[in-house]
């Protein structure tokens, strides 16, 4: 296998692509496909701030790398789950990356700060942990993107991610989703705008690109998420890419190029519509009264914790 | 060789040498959802790989979604 920029041994193939690269030009590729897609869908600038949403994995790690060796503005922020030992060792990670380099790096701990975590909230509002925890982290990472002034939220969503979200949301026809799912979601009062830099890479490259920056990420999965739909779209995405190679490209850059402006009148979705008034407990936009964050707090918050293994699984589970 | 696997984590002994797509087609891995590492960098698809090698399979599909 040889390197089709330089013809020297490579060390990756990109099926997709049909094309080989060795180490120097596979970083090439990524740095040059993520300015490509913040340009494309023009995310932001060398000179606003940006907010990067931090959990300690492959590909939240690697946009902050990217940003900063791109020279872009980009501060990290974690969220303390607390999914056990999982959690531990995700905030290590991201603290260890950021001290080495230098980052500024935002914590907010669900459980110091709100008293409850995720297996918590799941349990008490009888929703699945992807979507307690989804909940959490969009409302947590949206306030403090506002309260310390950052222009943007930038997300590690990758190709993978999106073409998965996207097969999802199309099987059953949501077309509120549908209608949201860009690259870019431009701020509204009481929200930031909110950007997928990634959205141009798989997730291989993305693990391939920490291995080969010697970026030291979380490998283990989140026990919470263990069999949910998402892993089950993603698999079943790759069977059709092995067969053919480039169909999630071509899934979801299609659905950005012909389809999703047909979903435009779909949105907005849930509580974040135009006409929503100030949530009585926290003050964000919303159509319910109060939104689903202070709604799940309030069941979730001094519930009985959750008791977990060490890897971070429900004991009774 | 030694092969190390992730999530969960396990350890095989295959004996080498052997490409890598024998050893992950032996493993029914595809070989799209890892990768491969020896000595801290990526193995690539062609490689060959020896008796005495000790190979990290690592698998790249994460992710919750709410």
């Known amino acids: 296998m040889k390197c089709r920029v330089c013809r020297e041994p490579a060390v990756i193939d990109i099926r997709r692509h049909n094309a080989n690269f060795c180490a120097e030009h596979f970083l090439k590729l990524v740095r040059d496909q993520t300015e490509k897609a913040i340009a494309e869908f023009a995310m932001f600038t060398r000179e606003e701030r940006i907010l990067v949403a931090v959990s300690g994995g492959k590909d939240s790690l690697a946009l902050w790398d990217l940003l900063v060796e791109l020279g872009y503005r980009a501060d990290g922020l974690y969220i303390g789950l607390g999914i056990g030992g999982y959690s531990d060792r995700s905030g290590q990670a991201t603290r260890a990356f950021a001290a080495e380099r230098g980052l500024t790096l935002h914590e907010v701990d669900l459980r110091a700060t709100y008293d409850y975590d995720v297996p918590t909230a799941a349990a008490a509002t009888k929703r699945v942990p992807c979507s307690a925890c989804g909940l959490s982290k969009r409302h947590l990472f949206d306030r403090a993107a506002l309260e310390h002034g950052y222009d943007a939220v930038a997300t590690g969503h990758n190709l993978d991610d999106e073409a998965a979200v996207l097969f999802g949301n199309t099987l059953r026809w949501q077309s509120e989703y549908l209608a949201r799912q860009l690259p870019v979601l431009p701020a509204r009062p009481g929200f930031p705008r909110k950007v997928k830099p990634l959205v141009r890479l798989g997730e291989r490259e993305m693990a391939a690109y920490c291995v080969l920056r010697g970026i030291d990420y979380i ?8 069999g949910n739909k998402h892993l089950g779209y993603k698999e079943a995405l790759n069977r059709i890419e092995a067969a053919s190679p480039g169909s999630k490209q071509a899934f979801y850059f299609g659905f950005l190029a012909r389809a999703v402006d047909r979903f435009a009148d779909a949105a907005p979705a849930h509580d974040e519509g135009d006409d929503a ?5 926290c003050g964000v936009p919303t159509t ?7 709604r799940l707090l309030d069941k979730a918050a001094g519930a009985e914790p959750v008791r977990l293994t060490r890897k971070g699984r429900p004991i009774d589970a | 060789m030694q092969v190390n696997l992730r999530n969960p984590n396990r350890t095989l002994t295959v004996p080498g040498p052997m490409r890598l797509t024998s050893l992950l ?23 060959l790989l020896e008796d005495d090698d000790e190979v ?7 992710g919750g979604a709410a």
């Open chain 1, 219 to 226: 490998v283990e999965e989140c026990p919470m998420a263990a």
């Open chain 1, 277 to 281: 008034a100030a949530c009585t407990s």
């Open chain 1, 288 to 294: 319910s009264g109060v939104c689903a964050f202070c």
């Open chain 2, 25 to 47: 087609g032996r493993l029914e891995i595809d070989r799209e959802a890892v990768l491969v590492i020896r000595g801290g960098t990526l193995v690539p698809g062609d490689a």
């Open chain 2, 56 to 62: 990290e399979i690592r698998p790249v599909i994460s």
